[in-house]
């Protein structure tokens, strides 16, 4: 069974920057598309970037230019985050996706981020 976890969550101040991480495990050497996403209290889980193993990238439009996604190998992926703002305070969730890996489709359990002063 695959799973992925995340890491990198915590306290930041407003202007601060954080990287988050997400670890892939299980029978599965490559994952073909992997990304963040957030859910700030009261709202509505939101995507904030993906990116396949090809390196095609999907943003946010309002986030892309303060949040950078990466990946470093086939079952791994970062979210660099910058210029952090209080209404960034959410928690942060990894997924992982593989149609053609029986229709892979998992969540983490989420890294929760606060920003404030």
């Known amino acids: 069974q695959v799973q992925v976890v995340e890491s990198g969550g915590g306290l930041v101040q407003p202007g601060g920057s954080l990287r988050l991480s997400c670890e892939g495990s299980?029978?599965?050497?490559?994952?073909?598309?992997m990304g963040w996403y957030r859910q700030a209290p009261g709202k509505q889980r939101e995507l904030i970037a993906t990116?396949?193993?090809?390196?095609?990238t999907n943003y946010a439009g309002s986030l892309k230019d303060r949040f950078t996604i990466s990946r470093r190998s086939p079952t791994s992926v970062y979210l660099e985050m910058n210029n952090l703002k209080p209404e960034d305070t959410a928690v942060y969730y990894c997924?992982?996706?593989?149609?053609?890996?029986?229709?892979?489709?998992?969540w983490g359990q989420g890294t929760l981020v606060i920003v404030s002063s």
């Open positions: 990116m396949t193993t090809g390196g095609i």
């Open positions: 299980g029978k599965i050497i490559n994952i073909y598309r």
């Open positions: 997924r992982a996706e593989d149609p053609g890996y029986q229709g892979l489709d998992v």
